[in-house]
Each structure stands twice: as C-alpha cells, then as structure tokens.
C-alpha cells in the first residue's frame, strides 16, 4: 500500500465495529452495514494488510490478579530511540511513545506476574544506563467511551451498536457481558482483584496449559477460528468456544482492534496528567471518557491521578481542547500535556511508518 490510502465510509464503519467487537461475523457484520459478507471480509483484509488495523485477544492482568502499571520513563536524548525500541520488542510493555521534547519515554507495563512486574520495574529499568529517571503509577481504574472511541466519520449509530453489542463475545472496549455487568456493580473497585476495565471484582484466574496455547494463537490473530483453536488445545470447538467466552466474562481475556489512528488523519496526540479532586475523581473520568478527542482515560496513582490520551488532527485542536474543554471541568486542579512526538507500539504492535507491523 502506498502512502496515499484513502479509506471511505464502509472501511470507517468495519473499522468502528471491530473496535465494539473484534470477533464479530463478518456475515452479521454486512448484514448490519448493508454490504455483502465478501466484500466486508475483503475490507477487512486490506486494512490489515495495510497496516490500518489488528484485531488481537489480550490477557487482562487484573483478571490475573495483577495489575497494569503506566510508566515515565527520563532518558537521554541520544539514548531514548533505542531505549523505546528495546521496550517495544517486550511483549510484557506497550503503547510506547516518545514524549515531552524526545527526553522523555511513556509506555504501559502489562506483566502477569509479581516476579515479571518486579524484574522490570524494580530491576531492570533502575540498572538501565540509558535511564536518568522514571516513575511508575499503577493504573487502578479504566473509563471507556460507552460506544467505543471512533471519529464521525463511519460511527455506527445507536441501533447497529446495540446489535454488535447484543451477541458480543469480546468487543475492543469488552464484551457485552462485562458491560452489562460493570453498569450494575456501581462504583469501581480500588483494591483487590479486579477488572480495571469495568471496575467489578474479579477471582482471579487460573490458567491451564491448554488456556495458554488458545492465548498464545489469539495474541497472533484475534479472529482466529475456534477450529484452529481447538487444533491448538487438543479440545474440541465447543469445549474451545465454551472457554473463550469464560475467560471473556472473567474479565481475564478481550478482544482489541489496534487502529492506526495517524492513518486516519489524526497526527496530533498527548498524554495529559491531571490532578483532580478526589472526590469528583469518577465523575471526571466519566466525562472525559465520553469526549470525541480521548482515546485512552484512566484513574492512576502517583502525584497526579487521572491521565488521558487525546488525538486530534492539528496543535490548535489540542490548544482548544485544553483550553475549552478541560477547563471546563470544575474537579480539575493541575494539567501537565506531553505531546508525542513519535509512537514505537500500538497496544502490542509495533509500529513502522505509521502503521501497525504484523
């Protein structure tokens, strides 16, 4: 693909609704868009061939009883490309940018265990040369967009929405069931075992040999058929299947897709530290999250306590977002913007020119 990839409203449209549900059909998928289910397979294919997008199944930490942490990261200038890349090859971090002047390295660590969490951040990044600082804030609660982030451009409405949403296995912000779930269990959990996602408590959970192989296929390709999982496992496509979806609802599995959003002509973004008052600290972070502009809001610990991801197509946007719409918000105290300069890794990507290297 050629760097002149134009995308039209249906390539929008399977892009936004594989963010809602990154298993969905492709058959029901063109029912809903009003296409065929050979044209939609072929968009899809494109896309990801083009680099615009990777559905993928992730393991949830706090479904494992641990957590993930969002880490800063002071290199020297002359250091901080390699350092960010030899982050990007850990499949333990991601979401690696370069911010704040090219001094500066943010990224998210997702271990699954105490002992990895502890060899990095305890161990390995104090003893790094390259490192001149760094602070780790875990992240103790997630807000997402109710219908997922995506442009205008290609939204779904409400009724195609409610549809995905309905028969959802796992969508990109999680599955229906979590949905349905977190709206019922109120407040979110700030200790303990729990979903960061839907902010319910969570067992954590126990994966056996055969879990690891089906988890193994889905972080290559989260649309991986049940068929080939179930090659994979040794069980059969409905024990497979069964266990896929026990995994989502335990909150210790779901589904992504990894857009590459410069791609969509979104080629400004930052990470903005808030501090805010602790008592309207969930009610921010509900607003935020339904901001067009936030890709990414969650409650973290640390000196500040909200951190949000914003995108946008030019620098006078981000100017007016903070300006309008932040300053608008009455629990707000303290804004730090750290624009970014250069992405390394999408979610669990790795990104070359932009866009999302398989």
């Keep these: 693909m ?48 083009a680099g615009v997008v990777r559905v993928i199944g992730m393991v949830d930490p706090a479904g494992l009883g641990e957590s993930s942490w969002l880490v800063r990261i002071q290199s020297r200038p002359d250091a901080v490309l390699a350092l960010g890349e030899a982050l990007a090859r850990r499949p333990d971090v991601g979401w690696v940018s370069v911010t704040s002047g090219g001094a500066e390295i943010t990224c998210v660590a997702r271990s699954r265990t105490s002992a990895e969490r502890d060899e990095l951040l305890l161990a390995r990044l104090p003893r790094t040369a390259q490192v001149t600082g760094f602070s780790a804030h875990e992240i103790m609660h997630r807000f997402d967009h109710p219908d997922s982030w995506w442009p205008e451009t290609g939204r ?135 901001h067009d502009e936030a890709v990414f809001v969650a409650a973290t610990s640390g000196p500040t306590n909200l951190v949000v991801v914003v995108a946008v197509r030019e620098t006078g946007q981000l100017f007016r977002y903070v300006t309008d719409r932040l300053g608008q918000l009455p629990g707000v105290r303290q804004v730090e913007v750290s624009p970014s300069l250069r992405r390394l890794k999408q979610g669990t990507s790795r990104l070359q020119n932009g866009r999302i290297s398989v």
């Design 2 to 49: 050629t760097e002149s990839l134009t995308l039209d409203l249906l390539d929008h449209q399977v892009l936004h609704a594989l963010q809602l549900d990154g298993r969905v059909p492709f058959a029901r998928l063109a029912g809903l868009l009003g296409s065929s289910e050979q044209t939609v397979a072929r968009r899809y294919a494109r896309l990801r061939e």
């Design 156 to 290: 779904l409405d409400d009724a195609q929405v409610s549809a995905l949403l309905g028969a959802s296995v796992g969508g990109g912000a999680m599955s229906a069931g979590a949905r349905r779930a977190g709206s019922e269990a109120g407040p979110p959990a700030s200790s303990g075992p729990a979903s960061t996602r839907t902010g319910r408590r969570t067992r954590a959970v126990e994966l056996s040999a055969e879990d690891e192989l089906m988890l193994a296929e889905l972080a290559l390709d989260g649309r991986t058929p049940v068929a080939r999982l179930a090659r994979a496992t040794g069980w059969t496509p409905t024990r497979t299947g069964r266990r896929m979806e026990e995994l989502v609802r335990a909150g210790a599995l779901y589904f992504d897709a990894e857009v590459a959003i410069h791609l969509l002509g979104y080629r400004t973004s930052a990470m903005i530290w808030l501090t805010v008052a602790p008592g309207e600290l969930l009610a921010t972070g509900e607003a935020l999250a339904g």
